[in-house]
């Protein structure tokens, strides 16, 4: 199994409060994925990171933001939480190049009250 | 980013073979087709990928039509740990190397 952790795995908040969550990988791939998936929907792509500090947008980028201040960490962050982002979060890694597959972590789920 | 089509949901009989379609009619000549799972409560996890040819593994088998719109997952003897939602994704030598998630096809594994 590839080493790749999430935390917190649950987490419940009120509405406006900031929330960060972590992805730590053991693997030293160099690509790191943020995705969120909702009831009835695929996976989505928030931010992702080609390298430390590289970062990009996703398609759902808009009230998240992310860092990456070293290889092994993908931090996530809702500045302000809204119900809309009660979701379940996943992150995923990946060495990069269109024939290495993505391992993904077993996911966060976040409720916002 | 070019999509896929996927049906949204299938059943198959234990230890019979799967046949999972997936069209991708606007498939650019160096994409790669990449087949993931999710099992409940589980992220997802990597099933197999190809570029033109068909492929075998450990897990399951890939068709891949000749004009490359089209690609089907084969389990070979579908078992009760195989129901999943499975996504054909395309991945572009983009270096990003993003995903497109559609919604799946749910396999339903019929005892």
């Known amino acids: 199994d590839a080493g790749i952790t999430q935390s917190p795995r649950h987490k419940v908040t009120e509405t406006g409060t900031p929330v960060t969550l972590r992805c730590h990988q053991t693997e030293n791939h160099r690509y790191m994925y943020w995705y969120r998936q909702d009831p009835g929907h695929g996976l989505r792509l928030i931010h992702y990171s080609y390298g430390v500090k590289d970062t990009d947008k996703g398609e759902v980028s808009d009230g998240y933001s992310v860092s990456r201040s070293k290889t092994e960490d993908f931090l996530l962050t809702l500045e302000s939480a809204t119900s809309s982002q009660t979701s379940v979060y996943f992150c995923?890694?990946?060495?990069?190049?269109?024939?290495?597959?993505?391992?993904f972590g077993p996911g966060t789920r976040l409720t916002v009250t | 980013d070019a999509k896929t089509t996927q049906p949204n949901s299938m059943e198959s009989n234990e230890e019979e073979p799967v046949h999972l379609p997936c069209n991708h009619s606007?498939?650019?000549?160096?994409?790669?087709i990449h087949w993931y799972r999710q099992l409940p409560s589980q992220g997802p996890e990597y099933v197999i990928h190809?570029?033109?040819s068909n492929v075998n593994n450990r897990m399951a088998s890939l068709a891949i039509a000749e004009d490359r719109k089209s690609s089907t997952l084969i389990l070979h003897r579908a078992t009760l740990r195989d129901a999943a939602v499975y996504y054909c994704?395309?991945?572009?030598?983009?270096?990003?190397?993003?995903?497109?998630f559609g919604t799946g096809t749910r396999l339903k594994v019929l005892a």
């Open positions: 190809g570029l033109t």
């Open positions: 995923a890694i990946s060495r990069g190049g269109e024939v290495y597959e993505q391992y």
């Open positions: 994704i395309l991945v572009a030598a983009s270096g990003t190397y993003k995903y497109i």
């Open positions: 606007t498939i650019s000549g160096t994409d790669y």
